[in-house]
């Protein structure tokens, strides 16, 4: 509850010196399935379920504050994910998540069940546009075989191709159960596209499609997303 109570003096805070440039936003993506870099996440059935992935933002200046999660339509997912993204810059950023799965039974502030991650991301330049993310998972339900702390580290490299197709790769440096691995293994090789579906003259519905290899898992994947 002490978290909570963090949260809430936080959010609280926030609201009050907000201004002009104060900004709320609400999205939803709907996914044909839900595969987190590179792995599966809803493994109710073999080909995953579609997914409603909800999403809020705060943002104040440099800082934004937001709350991401997941509904398998047909599966057994519940996500329910806190951060906090600090922009330095245009080029860097450092973000903090706080991830809940339903590990615990559907008991959201039994926080052994959370994972608790720090991000450094490098958004690239003009003339050189590859974005790097460098992701920790500090504490939580991020164990080893043996159940230690696994402090899973997945690292992701992206390059736009061209201006609807972007090419992506990521692994992890060690063992971790959440990513399935036993060293060092590349989880996520992958090609995504996006278009503009014209509705009408005023309106566009932007959707994607994403090819992916997990190498590490010898699995392979394919998802279709809308953004509303």
């Not at 559907?106 to 490098?122: A, I, K, Q």
């Not at 692994?171 to 009408?200: M, P, Q, W």
Request: charge should be negative.
């Amino acid at each position: 509850m002490k978290t909570v109570k963090i949260l809430a003096v936080a959010a609280l805070t926030l609201i009050s010196f907000s201004s002009a440039k104060a900004q709320f936003a609400v999205g939803t993506d709907i996914v044909s399935n839900y595969v987190w870099r590179g792995v599966q996440q809803d493994l109710t059935y073999t080909n995953g379920t579609p997914n409603i992935q909800p999403s809020l933002t705060y943002t104040l200046g440099g800082l934004t504050i937001g709350s991401w999660g997941s509904y398998g339509v047909l599966g057994s997912v519940k996500e329910v994910d806190l951060y906090a993204t600090y922009a330095f810059s245009s080029l860097f950023s450092l973000t903090v998540t706080d991830y809940n799965w339903n590990f615990t039974g559907g008991n959201y502030f039994d926080y052994d069940g959370h994972v608790f991650e720090g991000s450094l991301n490098y958004a690239g330049v003009e003339s050189f546009p590859l974005s790097v993310s460098l992701n920790a998972m500090l504490a939580g339900a991020d164990k080893k075989s043996d159940g230690g702390q696994a402090y899973s580290t997945y690292f992701e490299l992206g390059y736009p191709i061209s201006e609807n197709a972007k090419l992506m790769i990521g692994g992890v440096t060690g063992e971790s159960l959440n990513f399935g691995t036993t060293g060092f293994g590349i989880t996520n090789i992958s090609l995504k596209l996006s278009k503009a579906v014209e509705i009408t003259d005023k309106f566009s519905l932007p959707v994607y499609s994403v090819l992916g290899f997990n190498p590490n898992a010898k699995d392979a994947f394919i998802v279709l997303g809308v953004t509303l």
